[in-house]
């Protein structure tokens, strides 16, 4: 079955960089964009970033463009976000997400959080 | 980049019907038919529920549909059951390369 287990989040000081990690299996991976989303703490979903399934294309949301980096290995069936410059309104928990037609999420992760905190 | 505007609670009684509203501009819900939502439960990842503003994945159950008016999206659950107490939040593409969720509305059996 499909499943993307999300890695890497944990306490990091302010202004240091981070990378997080999807794991996927149950699907053939190099076929599907993957996306990130995060929540901050008692806040609402946020999209972060996208990756296609070749990697070749990448946007961003405003709030993380320039500071975060999305990418992805097909022979790992991993993609990941590098975060950079982290800032406390970066605390939330990321999850990864598969994009089954454009426009929708059917599979995500149970997520990682990451707080930063001096 | 703002986000769909929900409201941020509803409540129902079990057997009752329920409408949440989903509202953007003509740059993502007006102009594409990108809309999805998701039923979020506390501690696990969000679960899509519609797609395509009224298409349902296998497996969900026929008391949640969807629809569109203009710049506004709508999802409609009945029959509610206690189960279906959860947050839920819409998405939809927004031009010209990001997707957009809506700020999440807390649903009350």
């Known amino acids: 079955q499909v499943q993307l287990a999300e890695s890497g989040g944990g306490v990091v000081q302010p202004g240091r960089s981070l990378r997080l990690s999807c794991a996927a299996s149950?699907?053939?991976?190099?076929?599907?964009?993957m996306h990130w989303v995060r929540q901050a703490p008692d806040k609402g979903l946020e999209w972060v970033a996208v990756?296609?399934?070749?990697?070749?294309?990448?946007y961003y949301a405003d709030s993380v463009k320039g500071r975060f980096t999305i990418s992805r290995d097909n022979s790992k069936n991993t993609v990941y976000v590098q975060i950079n410059s982290l800032r406390a309104d970066d605390t939330a928990v990321y999850y990864c997400?598969?994009?089954?037609?454009?426009?929708?999420?059917?599979?995500w992760g149970q997520g990682t959080l990451v707080t930063v905190s001096s | 980049q703002s986000a769909l505007t929900q409201p941020a609670s509803v409540s129902g009684s079990p057997g009752q019907s329920i409408t949440i509203s989903c509202t953007g501009t003509?740059?993502?819900?007006?102009?594409?038919?990108?809309v999805s939502w998701y039923q979020h439960h506390p501690g696990k990842g969000p679960k899509l529920i519609i797609f395509?503003?009224?298409k349902r994945p296998s497996g969900v159950s026929d008391r949640f549909s969807g629809s569109k008016s203009g710049n506004t999206a709508s999802l409609t659950i009945s029959g509610l059951q206690a189960e279906d107490e959860a947050d839920y939040y819409c998405?939809?593409?927004?031009?010209?390369?990001?997707?957009?969720f809506g700020g999440g509305t807390k649903l009350t059996v």
């Open positions: 003509s740059s993502d819900v007006g102009s594409y038919n990108y």
């Open positions: 149950g699907f053939t991976f190099s076929s599907f964009s």
């Open positions: 997400a598969r994009e089954l037609r454009f426009g929708d999420f059917d599979y």
């Open positions: 990756t296609s399934s070749d990697g070749s294309i990448e």
């Open positions: 395509d503003v009224t």
């Open positions: 998405c939809s593409y927004r031009s010209p390369d990001s997707w957009v």
